[in-house]
């Protein structure tokens, strides 16, 4: 029988992360799209960062015939690599008025984003940032394909800590880094080293 569950953060109850997630403004719009793949993983980290953005979507599919509509209106710019890409500390200041700027952010694998751009030519489409470089992933939990892959909520951070600076998104790691210890201390200290390189947690 499976525990019961937070409706909101969807965290076993007793486990539940609600009391750590801020509730952030942003003036960048952020739309996640998330491949189901996702939806049911224990380490969903789209959630986590659209629970603490009050101006943030989460949307769930392999294809999105709605994307236009949610477009609409807005200065769109996909987060993903792409040879005409630029990071996001190249982009001129947020307009001040419409239209509003909208960082789209698919989330999944590598190869799971990949099909969600193959089956959305709108999203494919779309003009392209990357992040600057920065401090590796916390992510110690998850095997990254490269040492600078992020989950998605640390890219949003990375993101909106460029585009809004002075402005910092930090509270956003705190749920985040709860979920990582909780699951080391899950799988126990020696489990953790043994696949995944790391030592026991630190307090």
Not at 55 to 73: H, S, T, Y
Not at 105 to 112: A, C, F, Q, S, V
Not at 115 to 143: C, E, M
């Amino acid at each position: 029988m499976s525990r019961p569950a937070c409706a909101r953060c969807q965290r076993p109850l007793s486990l539940c992360l609600c009391a750590l997630i801020p509730c952030l403004e942003s003036r960048t719009r952020v739309l996640l799209l998330q491949h189901p793949s996702e939806r049911r993983h224990p380490l969903n980290t789209a959630r986590l960062a659209a629970l603490g953005l009050v101006n943030a979507q989460l949307e769930i599919g392999e294809d999105f015939p709605d994307l236009p509509r949610w477009l609409d209106g807005h200065q769109p710019w996909l987060l993903f690599p792409g040879p005409e890409a630029i990071t996001v500390d190249q982009l001129p200041p947020a307009p001040n008025a419409e239209p509003k700027r909208l960082l789209v952010i698919p989330d999944g694998t590598w190869r799971k984003a990949r099909l969600l751009l193959h089956a959305n030519p709108v999203l494919a489409a779309l003009p392209r940032v990357t992040l600057p470089p920065g401090p590796p992933s916390r992510y110690r939990v998850r095997k990254a394909p490269t040492p600078e892959a992020l989950s998605t909520v640390e890219a949003v951070v990375a993101a909106l800590n460029a585009l809004e600076a002075p402005a910092r998104f930090d509270a956003l790691l705190a749920p985040f880094e709860a979920l990582i210890d909780g699951q080391i201390a899950a799988m126990g200290a020696e489990t953790f080293a043994r696949n995944h390189g790391g030592g026991a947690p630190q307090d």
